[in-house]
């Protein structure tokens, strides 16, 4: 099982960033994935999850900021921050459960201006 994420960088206050995760080693469309984040000091903490059949739940603090989405065909995850805060800073992974022990390669958001 392998999970790689990828997209993450620097960004200004208000800005965007497009994550993208793709996985092998299992069936990917049968899954429900999940994204989950770490910033520094903090522990562990799941952002949103999508199901095989595309039902989505978030975090309440990225409501409405933030969009999870899955493309089967490319066993791919996708997570879309918009309207990025301060806050959002930490390392992003996608993982297979929500407490994150299955979280591959994470990818970076560092948020500054």
């Known amino acids: 099982v392998r999970l790689v994420a990828s997209g993450g960088g620097l960004v200004q206050p208000g800005g965007s960033l497009r994550l993208s995760c793709v996985a092998s080693g299992f069936v990917f469309e049968r899954q429900i994935m999940y994204w989950v984040r770490q910033a520094p000091g903090k522990e562990l903490e799941w952002v949103a999850d999508i199901t095989d059949a595309g039902k989505k739940y978030y975090l309440d603090s990225v409501k409405g900021r933030f969009t999870i989405s899955r493309d089967n065909s490319k066993n791919t995850l996708y997570l879309q921050l918009d309207n990025i805060q301060t806050e959002d800073a930490a390392m992003y992974y996608c993982?297979?459960?929500?407490?994150?022990?299955?979280r591959g390669q994470g990818t970076q958001v560092t948020v500054s201006s």
């Open positions: 993982a297979r459960d929500i407490q994150g022990i299955t």
